[in-house]
């Protein structure tokens, strides 16, 4: 997967079509953790601080 940029990665992850035309391309990559675990669904930190942007001088 070298030499892939962060779009070429994501394509060939979601789709799972290798970009660049090279003999043995790698398998797609499986994802080591789940939605929850990357903290999806959770409070931004912000929110927990109790300070708004209205707030500011």
């Known amino acids: 997967m070298a030499k892939l940029s962060p779009n ?3 394509k060939f992850y979601t789709t799972g ?3 660049l035309d090279i003999p043995n391309k790698p398998a797609v990559p499986i994802a ?5 675990e990357l ?3 959770k409070k931004s930190s912000d929110s927990m601080l109790g300070v708004s942007v209205s707030d500011s001088p």
């Open 8 to 10: 070429e990665f994501y």
């Open 17 to 19: 079509i290798y970009p």
């Open 32 to 36: 080591s953790k789940t939605i929850s």
């Open 39 to 41: 903290g999806a669904g």
